[in-house]
Nanobody
Framework: QVQLIESGGGLVQAGGSLRLSCAAS????????MAWVRQAPGKEREFVAA????????YYADSVKGRFTISRGNAKNTVYLHLNSLKPEDTAVYYC????????????????WGQGTQVTVSS
């Protein structure tokens, strides 16, 4: 059974930083794309960043480019999202997703999802 478990969310002041973690289990994810998406209250899920585990190729949404960094952990099937220079508009539930094949920039195209972790940025 595939499981994605996110952790690391919390409350932070504007300009602060957080690191989110996603631990995937239940199969071999070496051929997968792992992504972070977020959903703010009353809004649709928004693509944030993705990484192809096979070769480390990385993709970012324009809204987070230069502030967020996605990376692979030393442990297999672990992905991080480093959030820097946080803004109140970054407040959302952040979800980790996984999919096979090419990079997906549309959240609905991901096959597996975690339960999400809340990030709240105060002004």
């Amino acid at each position: 059974q595939v499981q994605l478990i996110e952790s690391g969310g919390g409350l932070v002041q504007a300009g602060g930083s957080l690191r989110l973690s996603c631990a995937a289990s239940g199969r071999t994810f070496s051929s997968y794309i792992m992504a972070w998406v977020r959903q703010a209250p009353g809004k649709e899920r928004e693509f944030v960043a993705a990484i192809r585990l096979s070769d480390g190729s990385i993709y970012y949404a324009d809204s987070v480019k230069g502030r967020f960094t996605i990376s692979r952990g030393n442990a297999k099937n672990t992905v991080y999202l480093h959030l820097n220079s946080l803004k109140p508009e970054d407040t959302a539930v952040y979800y980790c997703g996984a999919a096979q094949g090419p990079v997906r920039l549309t959240p609905s195209e991901y096959e597996y999802w975690g339960q999400g972790t809340q990030v709240t940025v105060s002004s």
